[in-house]
């Protein structure tokens, strides 16, 4: 019966890696708050420190990755909570789409910032 | 079908007057999470002064005089963006504790007490934010 | 913007009625308790009993399309008396019989199977013959079903429920069924322990007015028919063909995935049907049977 | 207008099993029901359904107990025909998904229940009609068949022929609740009435608030007779201050009545020395109105139900219900304390006049379920045997009317065949003889001449309702609530448990003068949109009518058989009362006469026996 798994819709996929991205989250976001909050104050962060951290490839790989994640969480979670309220049709597809693009436009961005620091892509 | 009258107003009046632990979650869950996603753009936002910041002088970077870190200074010398920190973490650590609890509802566990683990997370939010009040304004006061 | 604020307008009544005394005439011959004006077909306010009997104060929703006056929503206040074990029916019918027989709500069977009386009770989806009034902080606000059509008074029209029930093809579809015309299929006790509380469902829609995802998409399932789904997808004794399909029909994009796991329907389910966690056991069987694939 | 070939009136389980089986016979069916199906009082029962399954039970048995139960008053043929399809037709139920309870084998669970010699009661927890009404309802819905919910039946088009036997039946006229339309459903082949019991005749009744016995009314006063209506089932073990009943099955597990003094009444005072709790229902019934009327009630009013002894574990795998309802409409915790109860009108074994396919003797019209009275129950009817008539002889009817080929009736119907002519010694005058204008038949068309063309009749019919309504809604009177509670009132006064010669004639004056005073009705919400005030005078109407036969039955009846007491006949009388009490409405002057009642089965003649327990 593999006509069934063709069934597998956007809406299961989506909502699972909801709980995945949301998994994954929970530990680095509370390392992102404790390093840069509690570990560093944040006043006190200079260019250079982050510099100094961004060059270091684990930590420069898990950022990224922090980044991807959290804005598919993030954006994924609006665009459901707007579903959610019965967003339909047209709408939806443009709703959709301008939620694609601000996310590229963050990631792009994001991934930029890093490499400032970084100097490129640190290997 | 026949006329209907939509009750508008009356009915959200009376909606919130019951207090149900399960909607609260979902409602502060959906606003600690638009929060968030607000936060994550205006965050990548200042960070990406560090572009600009990355062409300077390293005599400027060293004396901390670059765009980026100026402007990290500028921001944590006012109290209202201390304050706004305090509020993000509470928001944070909100949408952690509730998400975890989501996660457990989602895997089947603990269904049964979803109302204590909303108190929990509410609490722990609670007592977490207060004591990290003093590291957040350190150096702003 | 729809309406002047409930508690305005009942005020404004009660100035009425001090202008217009016979529309509370009492006559305790019959039932004990207060009676209605012979052919009185005005509507008032606010109705209250002669004596200082122990009385409790209910206001309800009023609305009919066609009658003057009530075409604006409104509350009525009654003052219904009070005796031990009254339900919230139990008032309504009271001032129904006593006080205004045009009061409309719909009632069968007194004890909680029928599933017609669910109401919006100070803020909450209950069933009215469930819920003892001594159990209640006056005033009692009894209001029809959110999120529902109002066709008149505490009526709503059910007609998008009923479709959302059918939707998940609510009925028994075995691959096949035993030869003999006495053979039964086999159910372990165990099996039947699984689906005995989603099939005690009673279609009163309390749960599907209280979910907030429901009020926004109009089109999702809602906690009711997904239960229903529930019901069959894990009786054993249904085919693995429709289960799958089941599957289907519960995945798509206004089924399970929409449920927030608000709990609001678990709460005011009368029939303590555990409907979060069959939603979020259907959410996971999705996955789980799509898992297979990688 | 609405047109299918067959048209059934009723969404409970009679109405439910008659639709799909003439859907399955191949006919265009479509329920027409006041409530939507799933809120039918079906919903309610709770016990179980009667059917012998299992090594060591026969249909034979099952015939004995139920012809034993019914005190002989039964007719063989129709109890024949319910025990050897009732197997058949609850596994039919099992491979449609109905939740029984089972046994470690997986098969279905069955367990004792009153009056029964084998535990052949197949049951679903506490809850059994709720799951038999809702499997019904999901293969309705499997099968598409059209429902036509909240319409009010208001009134049956039948032609207007003299004698009741020549008069067909062409349809219904409906009232749609929501938007207050009056339309015609014509049924090309038959229309099967399934709108359960009479229940709120009564104050003191498990029945639901639409139990007003609208069907059979219309049908009775369109001249379908009324059989055995004296015969009211009071259940021994209801809520005192709701009349919420509790199942029989607490009584099939162990549980035990108790009086003030904490006695085991049933046994101590010797009421059913051999099966105790387990006894018949009237004989139960009676047997706690005695103790309370002998002062040993608790409050002076009823006894107690305990069922503490069964522990925790068994209480909630197979009662749990029990302890909702005792804790939500009463406030008493089954678990720590016994539940008070007392009797209250449960069933009406009477009903209106069928043979074993549920044809009435009116052309196209067909009765199954509560309303229908093919006689199985007789003087009182089993627990546990409703369920599987409503499934047996809606099959039936359902198959019948949809004009599949079946084997003919051996019960005559009508005044055809054997049956004698009567009085009753009534106080008052009877019925009400100018209800309908100068047709012979409610629901008849004079213009038509009779034998119209069934359009025509229906539309005249349509009519008449039309104007029926415009009278309710535009007159000033009193409201019928008044007249009802009245009525129910008399009803658990004079009518009860125990009945005798004066009270019953008191109760026939009281109807008089409430009938009198409902010529004075009308209804004041003029609204048109869900009047329930105009749909309720009009079933007031009704229970109005049924409240009469009931009474008269019962006035008539001098002697004391299965759940009909009489003070002034302390038993049963097999040589003079061996027959079913006929009332016809004769145009508005109801006339009593008698069937003799059919013992001569399949394979053996039932011989009256003394019933005891
Ligand atoms: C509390 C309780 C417990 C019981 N327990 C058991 C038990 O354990 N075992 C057992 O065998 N029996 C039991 N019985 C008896 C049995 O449940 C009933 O006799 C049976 O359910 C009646 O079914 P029905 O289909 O005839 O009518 P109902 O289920 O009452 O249905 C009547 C239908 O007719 C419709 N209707 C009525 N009037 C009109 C009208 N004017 N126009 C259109 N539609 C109309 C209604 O909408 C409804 O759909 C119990 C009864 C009660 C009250
Ligand atoms: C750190 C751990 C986090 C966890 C455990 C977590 C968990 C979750 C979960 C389980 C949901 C899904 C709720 C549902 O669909 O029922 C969710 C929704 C959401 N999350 Fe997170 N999340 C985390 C971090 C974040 C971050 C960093 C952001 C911001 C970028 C974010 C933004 C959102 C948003 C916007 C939603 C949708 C809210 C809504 O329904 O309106 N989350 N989160
Ligand atoms: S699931 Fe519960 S609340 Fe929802 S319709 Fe069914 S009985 Fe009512
Ligand atoms: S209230 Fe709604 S969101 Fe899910 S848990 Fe219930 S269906
Ligand atoms: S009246 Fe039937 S559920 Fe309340």
Known sequence: MAEHYSSFTKGGRLWFVQRLTAAFLVIVLAFHFFLLHFVHHADEVTFLMSQARMTNLTYYSLMILFLFTATFHGVNGVYNALVNQGLTGTKRQAVKWTLIAASAVLLVQGVRTANAWAGGVPI | MSQSYNRGTIESFSRWREFSAGMWAWIFHKFTGWVLVGYLFTHIAVLSTAIPAASADPSTLAASGDIYTQTIVTLEELLLVRILEVGLLAVAVFHILNGLRLLLVDLGIGLESQDKSFYASVMLTGAITVASVPTFLAGAL | MSTQLPQQESEESTAEEAAEPAATDHDHEHTGGPRRDVGDKTTDTEHEPADTEDTREIRVFRYDPEIEGKQEPRFDTFHVPFTRGMTVLDAVIYARDNFDPSLTFRHSCRQAVCGSDAFFVNGEQRLGCKTQISDLEEPIRIEPLPHQDVVKDLVVDMDHFYEEMEAVDPYFDPDETPDGELEEQRQSRANREKVKMSTRCIWCGACFSSCNIAAGDNEYLGPAALNKAYRFAMDEREGDGKTQERLETIEQDHGVWRCQTQFSCTNVCPKDIPLTEHIQELKREAVKSNLKFW | MYEHDVIVVGAGGAGLRAAVAADEAGADVAIVSKLHPVRSHTGAAEGGINAALREGDSWEDHAYDTMKGSDYLGDAP????????????????????????????????????????????????????????????????????????????????????????????????????????????????????????????????????????????????????????????????????????????????????????????????????????????????????????????????????????????????????????????????????????????????????????????????????????????????????????????????????????????????????????????????????????????????????????????????????????????????????????????????????????????????????????????????????????????????????????????????????????????????????????????????????????????????????????
Not at chain 4, 571 to 586: G, P, V
Not at chain 4, 599 to 613: A, D, H, I, Q, T
């Open chain 4, 78 to 613: 129709a109890i024949e025909t319910l025990c050897q399809n009732s197997p058949y037709e609850v596994i039919q139920l099992e491979h449609w998904g109905m939740a029984f309870s089972r046994e470690d084998d997986g098969r279905v669970s069955q367990r004792p229940f009153g009056g029964l010699s084998f535990p052949r009661t197949t049951y679903a927890g506490a809850e059994t009609g709720h799951h038999l009404l809702h499997t019904l309802y999901e293969q309705v819905v499997k099968r598409g068949i059209e429902v036509y919910d909240e319409w009010h039946v208001m009134n049956l088009a039948v032609t207007d022929e003299e004698r009741p036997e020549d008069r067909h039946c062409h349809g219904v006229v409906g009232y749609d609740v929501a938007s207050g339309e009056v339309s015609g459903f014509k049924a090309r082949d038959g229309v099967i009435l399934a709108t359960g019991g009479p229940g709120q005749a009564f104050d003191h009744t498990t029945n639901a608030v639409s139990c007003t016995g609208d069907g059979q009314a219309m049908a009775y006063r369109a001249g379908v007779p009324l059989e055995d209506m004296e015969f009211i089932q009071f259940h021994p073990t209801t809520l005192p201050s709701t009349g919420v009943l509790i199942s029989e099955g607490v009584r099939g597990e162990g549980g035990i009545l108790y009086n003030e003094d904490g006695e085991r009444f049933m046994f101590e005072r010797g009421y059913a020395n051999n099966d105790g709790e387990l006894a018949s229902r009237d004989v139960v019934s009676r047997a706690e109105l005695t103790e309370v009327n002998e002062g040993r009630g608790i409050e002076d009013e009823y006894v107690h139900l305990d069922m503490r002894h069964l522990g925790e574990e068994r209480i909630t795998d197979r009662l749990e219900n029990i302890l909702h309802l005792a804790e939500d409409f009463e406030g008493a915790d089954g678990l720590d304390e016994p539940m008070p109860v007392k009797p209250g009108q449960h069933y009406a074994m009477g009903g209106l006049e069928t043979d074993e396919n549920g044809e009435t003797c009116v052309g196209g019209l067909y009765a199954a379920g509560e309303c229908a009275c093919a006689s199985v129950h007789g003087a009182n009817r089993l627990g546990g045997n409703a369920l599987p008539e409503l499934i047996v002889f809606g099959k039936r009817a359902g198959h019948h009317a949809a004009g599949k080929e079946m084997e003919s009736a051996e019960i005559e119907t009508g005044q055809r065949g054997e049956f004698e002519r009567a009085t009753v010694d009534s106080p008052v005058e009877l019925g009400d003889p100018g209800s309908f204008g100068d047709a012979v038949a409610d629901g008849g068309a004079v213009a038509a001449g009779g034998t119209a063309d069934p359009d025509t009749l229906l539309e005249d019919a349509v009519e008449a309702e039309r104007q029926r309504i415009d009278e309710l809604l535009n007159t000033d009177g009193i409201h019928h609530s008044e007249v009802r509670s009245d009525v129910q009132e008399t009803m658990t006064a004079k009518v009860n448990v125990f009945r005798e010669e004066d009270g019953l004639k008191e109760a026939l004056r009281e109807l008089r003068a409430a009938r009198d005073r409902y010529e004075d009705v009308a209804v004041q919400d003029p609204s048109t949109t869900f009047n329930t005030d105009l749909l309720q005078t009009i079933e007031t109407r009704n229970i109005l009518d049924l409240a009469e036969a009931i009474t008269v039955g019962a006035l008539a009846r001098k002697e004391f058989r299965g759940a009909h007491w009489r003070a002034e006949a302390q038993e049963r009388k097999d040589d003079e009362w061996l027959k079913h009490t006929m009332l016809s409405w004769n145009e508005g002057d109801p006339e009593l006469w008698y069937r003799p009642v059919i013992l001569e089965g399949e394979n053996k003649e039932y011989e009256p026996k003394v019933r005891s327990y």
